[in-house]
Each structure stands twice: as C-alpha cells, then as structure tokens.
C-alpha cells in the first residue's frame, strides 16, 4: 500500500467517479497513488511524477489537475473524475468517439489525461478554437500522434456537441 | 510526516506556532509535493490550509483589490475583476505551467516561495502590493519588495500566515501588462520576464512608472534606476522612446558576467519597448 514508513496517515472522505469514499491515506500519498493502488482506477498513468507531462491528469471539482503531485489528503470532500467515469453510463462521450474515429490514440499512455483535459475545455469553452484546444493540451504531453488528430478529434466533438445540444 | 488539516486561519497559527520550522503549509502543492516526493524536503508536518475559505476571496477594499492567499493562478487569469484592474496579473499568471498547474496552484505559494522565476510576482510588484501576515502574536504588514530579502529566502517567519495581497488598480489614463521569454511558448518557467505599468498625462508625458522583472538569480524585484529613465518622456506620435529605460533596464536586472545573463541583457530592452507599445496602446486617447 502506498504511503510511506514513518507517515501518519489522515482519513478524507470524497467522491470519485460518483461514488463514494471514506479512505485513510498516508500524509505524503499522492491522489494518483490513492486511484491506482487503493481505488484500483488504473487509467490516470503514472510518468514524469512531478507535474511536467499530464499523464496523471483527472478532474478535481471539473477542473484538471496533475494527480501525481497532489496530496491525496488535501482532497478531502472534493469530487474526482477519471477517465473510468466519462464513460459512466456505458456509452462513450463525443469526444472519446470523435478519439475512436480521427484515430486520435496510438500507443495510448496520454490518452487518458488528454481526454480529462479537453473534457473539461468543453465544459468550460463549448465552441473551442483550434487555439484553445492546443494551449489546453500544452501540459499533456503525446509522443506518438503529433497533436494533429488529437485537435481534429476535440474541435469535432465541439461541433457534435454543439449539434445534438441545438437539435 | 503528521498531515494536518486546518479550518481556519486561528487553527492554521496554532499549527504553526506548536510546529515552526518542522512544519511546512501546504496550499496547491506544486512546489511542496515534488520536493517531498524527490526527497528534498522532509517536514515533521504538512500544514493543509487548502480548506480555509476565508482565504479564497478577491474583493475591493476601499480603492485596493485584496486578493486572498488561496487564490488560484487559474483565478486570478480568468477572473474579470482581475483582468480589468490587475491585466498583468492575469496575464502573467495564464502563463504559469499549464491548466494542471493553474488550477491548484495559488498566488500566496508563489509570493512565500518566492522562486527567482515566479512570473506572478512582477506583476504584483508593479501593483505595489502589500501583504498581511498573520501569526499567535499579532498581524503585521509589509510591501512585497520588502518580504522578497533573498531568493527563497523571505521575511516570513516560521511561524507567520500569508493571509490576503492588497494591490493597487489601475488609475486613469493607466496600462500595464507583462511578457516572458521561456524555452518553450508554454509550461516553462521564465527565462526572463517583465511587468510595466504606465501612467501618462493628458499631455502624453509619462507621470508614473513602474518596472518589475523576474529570471535569472536574484528574486523579483522593481528597477528604480530604467523607471526614472522613462518618467517625464515626451510621447512622440503616439510612441515612446524606451531606448535608455531599455539599457538601464538591462544593466540593472542582470549585472551578472554569465551566459545567461548577457542574453537576458540582449532580450530585456525589446520586451521593454514591446510592453511600452501594448501599454500605450491600451491608454485610451493617447496612442492614436
Ligand atoms: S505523471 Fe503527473 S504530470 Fe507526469
Ligand atoms: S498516443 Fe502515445 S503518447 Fe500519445
């Protein structure tokens, strides 16, 4: 279990992925460490662990953060999305479709902070452009597409939004 | 390590006064987390004041803007009131790290980590911002170019709370901004930055101003010596001549003989004038 020798650990109380948790976590525990090793949540990716790639990227209170620098005890009574829980009622979002159809994913280890990050740009720009989108993912870093598809795939799912909000 | 989690800024002092110099607070986390997860830092407690509402505000307090130590970076880019008395805060603070960062990371971390590269502070300082400490003794207020003694070394006391930044708007016939260079156009930390701010009469002679950099060695810091250059010009056509502000601005910011210092002295005058155009621009009635 994660946490460290010597650390006392305090008891936060939150919700991930709409579900509630009471969990008692190490002083030092980082958030990606409390969603992969106690919530078994393995979609946030553990990489650089120091904030630089985005690979850890969740929601916190709908805004994106780097999971892997965050103190899993600071948490306490916010609310946590991963990439499990776009995908709540069984059915993919616009934008993992629209990620499924411009073949926006190869290797996939960015995919998931890639897909937190623009969900939440859609949340808070519905009608993103191509601007918004690339200083979006300026912290999420892609070592196989280029960015191109990526792009392609979130200004397209804007638009599907958009269209099935408006019909 | 004890994680200890305050309510409140009486809670969050007596954290601090039984703790002192074992204890180390803990608001976005940012630099606190990767220095204790690299080893660097080894605190008997984490101070987790992320919880205190009272400190989350921003508010206009007779003419000043009081900005709460728990402000976020991301708040202080988007938030209108900021945007609009305060531009280059916004400015400077949109361009920390990525979203990631911004969201958690606050204006108080920046001010008492007090790191050489903090882009916030220059803009901060041009707004001659002033701080309220708080500890068991008492409260005790300070100007920001005071609490930055040295880098990563501040005024603050071990046992002392940033509480809230008051800074002063914009007056009338007034801009400001601020520009950084990085390696990259996002995520990185500034090689060198500067704030301006510029206040001019209806006669287009510059009244005030006020000239703040980051990068390089020492913590952020006003340049008295390239602001004199620049008070009492003449706008001519609408533009202002930067050329000697520029090389006292140079001369002053990075006196240092390294590399990187002489090419922060060949960048910092371009930027000068670059944020003198856009100041100037921005004042209504004067760069026409
Ligand atoms: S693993 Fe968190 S930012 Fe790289
Ligand atoms: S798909 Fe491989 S890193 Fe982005």
Redesign the pocket.
């Known amino acids: 279990m994660p946490g460290a020798a010597g650390e006392q650990s305090v008891s936060i109380r939150l919700i991930v992925n709409e579900r509630r948790h009471q969990l008692d976590v190490g002083a030092g525990e980082t958030l ?1 460490s409390m969603l992969r090793e106690r919530l078994s949540l393995l979609g946030p ?13 969740v929601l916190m209170d709908g805004a994106p953060v ?4 965050l103190a899993a005890g600071s948490t306490n009574g916010r609310t946590v999305l991963t990439v499990e829980g776009l995908a709540g009622t069984g059915e993919l979002t616009a934008l993992q479709q629209a990620f499924v159809s411009h073949a926006a994913v190869q290797c996939g280890y960015c995919t998931p902070g890639v897909l937190m990050v623009l969900t939440a740009l859609l949340e808070d720009t519905p009608d993103p452009s191509e601007a918004d989108v690339r200083r979006a993912l300026a912290g999420t870093i892609c070592r196989c597409t280029g960015y191109q598809q990526i792009v392609e795939a979130a200004l397209d799912a804007a638009q599907l939004m958009i269209r099935a909000a408006t019909s | 390590m004890r994680f200890c989690r305050v309510r409140s800024v009486a809670e969050a002092v007596d954290e601090l006064s039984r703790w002192g110099t074992e204890g180390r607070i803990l608001a976005g986390g940012t630099d606190v987390m990767p220095q204790h997860l690299r080893g660097e830092q080894s605190p008997a407690a984490l101070i987790d004041i992320s919880g205190i509402d009272g400190l989350q505000g921003i508010s206009e307090v007779g003419g000043a803007t009081s900005v709460g130590a728990l402000v976020t970076l991301r708040r202080l880019a988007t938030a209108s009131l900021v945007q609009l008395r305060h531009p280059a805060l916004a400015q400077a603070a949109a361009v920390v790290g990525a979203w ?1 960062t911004q969201t958690v990371a606050t204006v108080g971390g920046n001010v008492c980590t007090a790191a050489p590269w903090a882009d916030t502070l220059p803009a901060l300082l041009v707004a001659d911002a002033q701080l309220t400490l708080v500890s068991k003794s008492g409260r005790r207020r300070m100007s920001l170019g005071e609490f930055l003694a040295g880098p990563g070394a501040t005024a603050l006391r071990p046992t002392e709370l940033l509480r809230a930044i008051e800074l002063e708007p914009l007056g009338e016939r007034s801009a400001e901004g601020y520009i950084k260079v990085g390696r990259r156009s996002a995520m990185d930390l500034a090689v060198v930055g500067v704030a301006l701010r510029l206040s001019v009469t209806p006669s287009s002679v510059v009244s005030d101003v006020r000239i703040a950099v980051c990068g390089g060695t020492r913590p952020p810091h006003r340049v008295p010596s390239a602001e004199a250059a620049l008070v009492g010009t003449q706008l001519v056509d609408g533009r202002l001549d930067c050329t000697e502000a520029g090389a006292e601005l140079a001369s002053a910011a990075a006196p240092e003989r390294a590399k990187a210092a002489e090419y922060r002295r060949r960048v910092l005058p371009g930027l000068l004038s670059r944020l003198a155009e856009r100041c100037v621009a921005g004042i209504s009635g004067v760069g026409s």
């Open positions: 990606l990716k553990e990489a650089c662990c120091e904030g630089e790639c985005g690979a850890c990227t780097a999971s892997c620098i | 990631q």
